[in-house]
């Protein structure tokens, strides 16, 4: 018996509405697992890198080591960096996590001791002349100048952890990666197509977010006309 011709789940079709409707709840749970692990693994990057960054400025001789290692961390293949993890984490959505907050590393501290590079030596020994201490000069000063910079590691780290958290899905915790792989062993055809386009909507919307934000926080950079409008 052949499939009807309006049964797109039956002839597998690639895009099909019928399984967006039918699994709307499992598309649901897939995309806020996806933006959890993803949310909470540049977050905590961020956090480690910020101070990194502060260590590689201020102390010359750490900003090999710094750089050094965080790069040498980005290269280990995403497949053999959650076996190194796996002992430690076991096979559980920490292990996904920790495993993108290695791979944030490179690019936000790079991004962030860049900014922070650029600050302009005047522009420190004025704050120092009005009083600023070195945390004060740090946070009012060195971190806000450093913004720009900061925002486009923090953008370019978060589209990369859209992308290699599908990878979680070896572990089960791999959010829209869970149906995609699911799907490509099923050759179901929907699913694949349908996971991937909305990790791809994820990544735009993140990228245009952050960038509003970074619009928002950085009114200085923008061009007059923009500012006044």
């Known amino acids: ?23 709307r709840g499992i598309l649901w749970d897939a995309v806020l697992q996806h933006l959890q692990l993803t949310a ?6 961020l956090a480690l890198a910020v101070p990194l960054a502060v260590v590689a400025r201020r102390w010359r001789w750490a900003s090999a080591p710094v750089l050094g290692s965080t790069t040498v961390l980005y290269a280990i293949p995403s497949l053999a960096m959650f076996s190194l993890l796996l002992p430690v984490y076991g096979l559980s959505a920490s292990l996904v996590v920790a495993g993108l907050v290695l ?14 590079r650029a600050v ?22 060195e971190m806000p100048l450093a913004l720009p910079a900061t925002m486009a590691g923090l953008r370019i780290a978060t589209v990369s952890a859209v992308s290699l958290v599908t990878i979680g899905a070896i572990v089960g915790h791999g959010g ?16 694949v197509l349908t996971a991937s386009a909305l990790c ?10 952050l960038l509003a934000l970074q619009r928002l926080l950085t009114p200085w950079t923008r061009r007059p006309g923009e500012r006044s409008a």
């Open 1 to 23: 018996m052949t499939a009807p011709p309006d049964d797109c789940l039956a002839r597998n079709d690639w895009i099909c509405g019928a399984y967006l409707t039918s699994r």
């Open 40 to 45: 909470v693994a540049v977050l905590i990057g």
């Open 103 to 116: 791979y944030s590393l490179t690019l936000l501290v790079r991004n962030i001791l860049a900014g922070l």
């Open 120 to 141: 302009p030596e005047e522009t420190r020994q004025a704050a120092r002349g009005m009083g600023y201490g070195p945390v004060r000069l740090l946070l009012a000063v």
């Open 176 to 191: 829209l990666g869970n149906l995609i792989y699911a799907g490509m062993n099923t050759f179901f055809k929907a699913q």
């Open 200 to 209: 791809v909507i994820i990544a735009i919307l993140a990228d245009l977010l």
